[in-house]
Every structure is written in C-alpha cells, then in structure tokens.
C-alpha cells in the first residue's frame, strides 16, 4: 500500500485483502490458477482435498511445502538477488573474488536504500 493513500484508500484495501484471503474466494482462486490456496485453512479444507483427488498433478505442489522456503521481500530485492545471483557466476567463474564482489553488492544495497 502506497504511503500516500487516503484513509478511505486504506480501508478499501484493507477490504479487498479480507475478501482475497477468504476460503471460497482462495479456492476459487487456487483451482483457477494452479496455484495453492492463500491460507492453510483454505489448503486443508474438504474442498481443496476433493479438487487435489481430481488433479492429482496439483499435488506435487502441496507435497513440495515441506521443503519450501519462503523469498524475503523488501524494497529493490528483484535487483538485488539478481546481483547476488551475477556475483555468485563471476565467483565461479573465478572473475571476480569475494571481496570485491562484496563491495559491489554492498554499494548497490546502500544505493537501494538511499533511492527508497
């Protein structure tokens, strides 16, 4: 949500939330996309339970959360796990070493924070 949103703005956001989070919308969501329900309620319901009967290839996913992890989020983190991901291709490729690329990947953050 944008600082800049008016109290009105806030609530009605706050309302779509609400709805989008809800088990029929999720399900109704999920089964349409392929992609997992939004809450665990949602996931472990009778419904979603019917639905994986019917799409066993759905199932994969639901198995593979055991071993998720989920992706941190913060302003500029596309950019930055990108540079972290070409850092980590020129160690490799022995172009660069750690300490420059250190350097770097500190100076672009410090950049980041200083654009927010």
């Known amino acids: 949500m944008f600082k800049s949103a008016s109290p009105a703005q806030r609530r ?11 088990q029929k ?12 329900p939004l809450t665990t309620q ?9 639905y994986l009967v019917k799409h066993p290839a759905a199932k994969a996913t639901v198995q593979s959360l055991p071993h998720a992890s989920p992706d941190p989020t913060f302003y500029g983190y596309t950019a930055y796990r990108n540079a972290v991901n070409q850092a980590s291709d020129q160690l490799s490729a022995g172009t660069t070493t750690p300490e420059k690329a250190l350097k770097q990947l500190r100076q672009q953050r410090a950049k980041q924070l200083r654009a927010q």
């Open 42 to 50: 949602a996931l472990k319901s009778r419904d979603y339970r019917r």
């Open 25 to 36: 919308q999720t399900l109704k969501w999920a089964k349409a996309t392929g992609y997992l």
């Open 12 to 22: 009605g956001a706050a309302a779509f939330m609400t709805y989008l989070l809800g």
